[in-house]
């Protein structure tokens, strides 16, 4: 079993940043991949950036640029810096984590909201 503890969201205006934490516990030694979803209301859960075990990143067309995504291993928790934040970036925040056995954990959620 894994445990998921997501920390960092909150209120900034167009164009500040914030960053999230993810601070996993647990079975830490089957974590591979790690990153974050998010779901605005109405909307879809979509990926916006994910790291592979071996460092490998990818990101959303949309944060690409603006967001960078890093991981710890030596203090199980993995980052989201995001920079230059829009409107459009307003959701609730969710970190996962997959497993070597095929499952994947999610954090509790964090609400990050961006003012004009």
């Known amino acids: 079993q894994v445990q998921l503890v997501e920390s960092g969201g909150g209120l900034v205006q167009a164009g500040g940043s914030l960053r999230l934490s993810c601070a996993a516990s647990?079975?830490?030694?089957?974590?591979?991949?790690m990153g974050w979803y998010r779901q605005a209301p109405g909307k879809q859960r979509e990926l916006v950036a994910g790291?592979?075990?071996?460092?490998?990143?990818n990101y959303a067309d949309s944060v690409k640029g603006r967001f960078t995504i890093s991981r710890d291993n030596a203090k199980n928790t993995v980052y989201l810096q995001m920079n230059s934040l829009k409107p459009e970036d307003t959701a609730v925040y969710y970190c996962?984590?997959?497993?070597?056995?095929?499952?994947?954990?999610w954090g509790q959620g964090t609400q990050v909201t961006i003012s004009s």
């Open positions: 996962y984590a997959g497993s070597s056995y095929l499952r994947t954990y």
């Open positions: 647990g079975s830490i030694f089957s974590i591979k991949a």
């Open positions: 790291i592979t075990s071996g460092g490998s990143t």
